[in-house]
């Protein structure tokens, strides 16, 4: 601005007095000063000051400063941290941010533009293409609508059907017997008829003879003449015919739907997604529990079974286990029987798991069931209908995931269960084409991902929540020993998924991405499934062995 006493050049004047041409300025405040003006800047204690001579004042990069709305003449170079305002130099001269932090608008800015900066690439990479996945599922969703509802419509025609040939079938029966009446009634009459015919034909006879005789006035017929009057004089029976009715049953039209069966409410909720998407910055982070380089064995569980083919945690202390025969066992550490329970129909359970509540699940494939262990007591809580129950895990909602394959051995697919009723189920991916050949094992992972143990490819299949493909593993290609041939599979905290390899007789640990991390020895025998309890500890269940060893890893 121009000095009102110098107007031919310009003068910088002192940010404070705004009269004095400024001398010097505070680095710490970022205000010019004139040399009255510095040693009341310096009184205020609240803060240190750093003043130098206004010509040592570092150049700083243009910017575009905003007008301070207080003094319009002035633009805001500093921020007060404790009012989070954008300030001028006059309005902390003025003392009303005294005591307040200030600091360089640039750095403020600087800093807010990173995190606009990372924002913005959360929003591009991360944040907004999830959104456009769940608008897809949606679609295929509504693609899938016209399918289900048709499979709808298909059923409660043919229960149409069987209706109306019942009811064709017993208005048909109705008139047969009708007709069988009827034919009973004529003959009845027909009967009473011919008798009757054949009493007027007597009488007519009698009638002729009767005037024979008293024309021929002969004693000899007259005196041997017997009378049959009194005879006749008794009528012949009337046929007395009750005739039927048909009374028809007023229609009740609740039984009747209710005979139709019954057709379940259409629901719709919004559900939340399950899980909140983790922050850049916290994907990024690394794991809270990084892997042991030496993973050790801290407790070995002899099952007392020929041969051990599953376990499933209750907690750190007790596991449930099922083996060769009928009979599913719960353990604790020292191998000390807790529970038995046998199976319902005497058959080997297919898989086992553990509620939320502790109770245990076990799949019956020869049966064809899901059954539910409460209190020792055994609940059917589903029976399929042309296909066989595998593997089942509990999820983070409590739902069940259940492997499954067709009767004719051609078809797979995972049906996730709340209850007894079908929420989901995975079994094509976008181009229709089949996600298994032979879905077996099955654990849900910590990022809501469902990883399963394709038997007959030797892979694990991983898919997202709604069901679509994320990747497959295959193996590591160090392993030359012997091809891939994964068994049990399990996830932890750290949503690494973790599956046994019997034959080459190691675990294998994946990030949640599937690329490989590093194996797990510790001298295993034929290792074929796996289980994770609440503080990351594994236990893996040795087929050969009977035993179970509990493992720490992390």
Known sequence: MLHPRRSAQHVLLCDACETAPLQSHCERCNINLCTNCVGKHLLDSSRKHRVIPFIEKSSTPTCNYPKCPSHPDKQCELHCEKCDLPVCSTCVASGKHKGHDISDIQKKLSAKTQGLQKDLEELETRIYPRYEEIVSDVQTEKAQIETTYGKLTTAADQQGEILHREITAIVNQRKSDIAEMKTKHLAALDKNTDEITHSITELKQIILNLKAILESNDVSLISTYKSRNAEFRRLPPKVQVTLPNLSPQKINTEQLREMFGSLSPLSINTEEQGY?????????????????????????????????????????????TRGSNEIMKLLNLRGKLLTSIQTKSGNKPGDIAVTRDGDLVYTDPDKRTINLVKNKE???????????????????????????????????KVVRYSGSTEKQTIQFDDQGRPLYSSARFISENRNLDICVVDWDVDAVVVVN?????????????????????????????????LTAECYNQCIHILDQDGQFLRYIHCDLHRPLDLCVDIRDNLFVAEEFTAKVKKIQYL
Not at 280 to 302: C, F, G, H, Q, Y
Not at 387 to 406: E, H
Not at 467 to 493: A, L, V
């Open 276 to 320: 909140i998407m983790k922050s850049a910055e916290a994907v990024s982070s690394p794991p809270v529990k990084p892997l042991l380089n030496e993973p050790r064995v801290t407790a070995t569980i002899d099952t007392g079974y020929s041969g051990l083919y599953s376990v499933s945690c209750v907690s750190e202390e007790q596991v449930w």
């Open 378 to 412: 055994i609940q059917t809580v589903i029976t399929l209908q042309g296909w066989r129950p595998r593997g089942v895990c509990r999820t983070a909602s409590d739902d069940l995931l259940v492997t499954m394959i067709s009767d004719d051995d051609k078809q797979s």
């Open 465 to 497: 929540q709604s069901g679509k493909r994320r990747f497959r593993y295959t193996g590591h290609p160090s392993n030359t020993e012997q091809s891939f041939d994964p068994y049990g599979i399990t996830t932890d905290s750290q949503s690494h998924i």
